[in-house]
Nanobody, 123 residues
C-alpha cells in the first residue's frame, strides 16, 4: 500500500526557516518524481518543487526559487523541503506526491498524495 506521510509544518515568523519531511513507502519501484505542492485557502493547488528520482534533477516554482531546496535521502525513503526566508504568502497546507509525471510541477499528474502539513508564516 502506497503511503506518503508529511511532517514538519509549524507556525513560523516571516524571514524564518522550516524543513518539511515526506516519508514514501509501498511503491514496488521508484516513482519517476516526488513533488511538493501547496494549497492556500481559496486558491488552487500549486507546484512548489519536485525531484526526478532517475537523475536527481530538481525543479522549483517561480515564487520559491532561491528560497526553497528539495532533497532526497534514499536510505530513509524521505524527501525534504528546506524553506528559507519565509513570507506570509507561503502560508498553506503543503503536500507531497509521487508518480510518473511528464511535468513534475503539475499537481494534475499525480495520483499518490500525502495528507498534508500546515505551514503558517505570521508575526
Amino acid at each position: 500500500q502506497v503511503q506518503l506521510v508529511e511532517s514538519g509544518g509549524a507556525l513560523v515568523q516571516p524571514g524564518g526557516s522550516l524543513r518539511l519531511s515526506c516519508v514514501v513507502s509501498g511503491f514496488t519501484r521508484d516513482p519517476d518524481a516526488i513533488g511538493w505542492f501547496r494549497q492556500a485557502p481559496g486558491k488552487e493547488r500549486e507546484g512548489v518543487s519536485c525531484i526526478d528520482t532517475n537523475d536527481g534533477g530538481t525543479y522549483y516554482g517561480a515564487s520559491v526559487k532561491g528560497r526553497f531546496t528539495i532533497s532526497r535521502d534514499n536510505a530513509k525513503n524521505t524527501v525534504y523541503l528546506e524553506m528559507g526566508n519565509l513570507k506570509p504568502e507561503d502560508t498553506a497546507v503543503y503536500y507531497c506526491a509521487a508518480d510518473d509525471p511528464w511535468n513534475c510541477l503539475s499537481p494534475d499528474q499525480y495520483d499518490f498524495w500525502g495528507q498534508g502539513t500546515q505551514v503558517t508564516v505570521s508575526s
